[in-house]
Structures are given as C-alpha cells and as structure tokens.
C-alpha cells in the first residue's frame, strides 16, 4: 500500500516533487538519446529495417534535428542524469521518524532508485550506438 501524499508538510512535498521532476526529466532525456540515435541504427543494421526508419524521419522531423546534434543531446541528457543520481544517492538523504512518513519516504526512494538505474542503462545503450558502435566495427574489420 503506497503513503498518502496528504500528511507531508509543504517543505517536503516541494523537495520530493522537484526530485521526482529531476528524475522524469532524465529518464525523458535518456529515452530521447535512445530513440534519436540508436534506435534507428539497430533497426537498419540489425532488422534491415531502412524503409521505416525513413518512414519515421520524415513523418517526425525532430528526430533528424535531434540526431544532427546528438553531442548536446547527450551533453545534456548526461548532465540530468548526473544531477538527478546525485539527488537520489546523495549523502546525509535520511526520512522522517514518523512511521507513515518514512515509509512514503523509502517507496519514493526507492522507485526514484530504480528510475534513475533504467535511465542510465538506456543513455549507456544510446551513447554506445550512436558513438561507439561503428569505430569497434571498423576497428574489429567488420
């Protein structure tokens, strides 16, 4: 049974919700390294699957945008997920006494935890397609 928000003071319902906005943001970064950049070189080296991803492309022409700067996209994305680690795994983090409060207080941590862990791994398969994976090839002489 998840806490109910209601009991927290105002001081920690404005601390909880800009952490969790930290969160959302780098998972919402992190999703969009993936979907810019690896998803679309997965999908035409492994699947075969050009035709779509052109389709794609031009019926979202953000994802060219975004593609054509993807440093500063994951420049950016990195950052936030940095912050957002820090938030969640900073020293001195410590829940209330109160019984109700600490247990909102470790399930909020704990979901931020997990979020923050998927984000990585999905901009750590992002960075590796769109800046690792062709230099290996080439390298390995494939």
């Given at each position: 049974?998840?806490?109910?928000?209601?009991?927290?003071?105002?001081?920690?319902?404005?601390?909880?919700?800009?952490?969790?906005?930290?969160?959302?943001?780098?998972?919402?970064?992190?999703?969009?390294?993936?979907?810019?950049?690896?998803?679309?070189?997965?999908?035409?080296?492994?699947?075969?699957?050009?035709?779509?991803?052109?389709?794609?492309?031009?019926?979202?022409?953000?994802?060219?945008?975004?593609?054509?700067?993807?440093?500063?996209?994951?420049?950016?994305?990195?950052?936030?997920l940095t912050v957002?680690?820090?938030?969640?795994?900073?020293?001195?983090?410590?829940?209330?006494?109160d019984p109700v409060?600490?247990?909102?207080?470790?399930?909020?941590?704990?979901?931020?935890?997990?979020?923050?862990?998927?984000?990585?791994?999905?901009?750590?398969?992002?960075?590796?397609?769109?800046?690792?994976?062709?230099?290996?090839?080439?390298?390995?002489?494939?």
């Amino acid at each position: 049974m998840t806490p109910d928000i209601g009991v927290l003071d105002r001081a920690q319902k404005q601390r909880t919700l800009h952490e969790a906005g930290l969160v959302a943001l780098a998972l919402i970064t992190s999703t969009t390294t993936l979907v810019c950049c690896a998803l679309p070189i997965m999908l035409v080296s492994i699947a075969g699957l050009g035709a779509f991803v052109a389709s794609m492309s031009s019926t979202f022409p953000i994802l060219i945008e975004l593609s054509q700067h993807k440093e500063w996209v994951f420049g950016l994305s990195g950052a936030a997920l940095t912050v957002a680690g820090w938030m969640v795994w900073r020293p001195g983090r410590s829940c209330p006494t109160d019984p109700v409060l600490a247990r909102w207080c470790d399930t909020f941590q704990m979901w931020n935890r997990r979020l923050v862990v998927v984000s990585g791994v999905i901009w750590s398969i992002g960075f590796f397609a769109a800046f690792l994976a062709l230099p290996l090839r080439v390298a390995l002489g494939g």
